[in-house]
């Protein structure tokens, strides 16, 4: 074949309608079976808009909340509220995912539900990809969007798979009187956590926070209790939501640490390449780009344009160049919440500085593509 997509979330699936609608037979490899929930803010940034419909993808058929106000708050419950310049839309992953690989689907991309990749070697200019139950694919290209980390990134020895990370997400969807124009990002603790709407009169309610502290107070509800509900908009939020789900959707080990975007001869995209810290909102729309980037790319590569050299080269170069900034911005602001006395001072700062909330999230937003 000619790509091989390991990961079936927003890069992988953006890419394969990407390069199927080009023309080349493409194959993704998901471990799980659609549809399925994800631990994601799920707020995108409009930017991706021109893109999707592009690919004959607009959102808009899945009747997607609109979103065109921040708001931020301290541990305290102080706030601040700016327009958001370009604006999004709130879909869940569930529901977005989905849709994407029914349409994937019928456009032919070939489709590997609940299997698993535990290899990957490269050699003759071709991939070799080993899945769990023994079978190995072959394909001249192989994209990795696999999200935050897999046991693939252990095989292939990237630095970060060594090293723990202290954070963990949470994620619920609720039903709320809540603005639905309206994200909120909220700070607690070792921790943030924001809501905004999504389809169907429902919300995503999702925080990052340290295992550190979910270790001592024993569960997630006594830690929600006992450490969230301190912000009193938070406190609102769990007294008066109805939790849709009778668990969240919980994932360990979020690392922020820089990665590389090729790893032998595989092109990374989306959180695979580099994770954005969930404070500044635009994962997703990362994801999304970076596989329009890569598909590009990938085409010039298989129709004779680009040698291999020149394919990772060039990706890696205009990867950086649109997504180096944004994740060192985020991971400098990240330093800034999550620690009650500096975060209650930067946010009543912030309140009489709009102007440098704008310019932060212009910073780690890009632009319409």
Known sequence: MDVLIIGGGLGGLTAALD??????????????RYPFHKVC?????????PYLRRLGVDPAILKPATITQFLLSSPAGRTLTVPLDLGGFGVSRYTLD????????????????GATVTDVTFEADQHHV??????????RIVLGAYGKRANLDRQLQRPFFTRRSPYLGVKYHVRLDFPRNLIALHNFADGYAGISAIEDDKYCFCYLTTRQNLKTHGTIPAMEEQVLA?????????????FLYPQPEVINEISFAPK?????????????AGLITPLCGNGMAMAIHGAQIASAHVHAFLTGQHTRPALEATYRREWQAHFGGRLRVGRAVQGLFGRPILS???????RYWPRAVRALMRQTHGEVF
């Open 260 to 272: 590389n975007c090729v790893e032998n001869h595989i092109l990374m995209c989306g959180d695979a």
């Open 98 to 113: 989905y849709f994407l690989y029914q349409q994937a689907e019928a456009r032919g991309v070939e489709f590997h539900q």
């Open 230 to 242: 301190r912000n009193p908009q938070l406190g609102g939020i769990l007294r008066d939501a109805e």
């Open 41 to 49: 803010g799920e707020y995108v940034s409009n930017e991706v808009l």
């Open 130 to 139: 080993t899945l769990a139950d023994g079978r190995v694919l072959q394909a």
């Open 344 to 350: 209650e001072a930067a946010v009543v700062g912030l």
């Open 19 to 32: 390069l199927v609608g080009r023309g080349h037979h493409v194959a993704v490899v998901e471990r799980k």
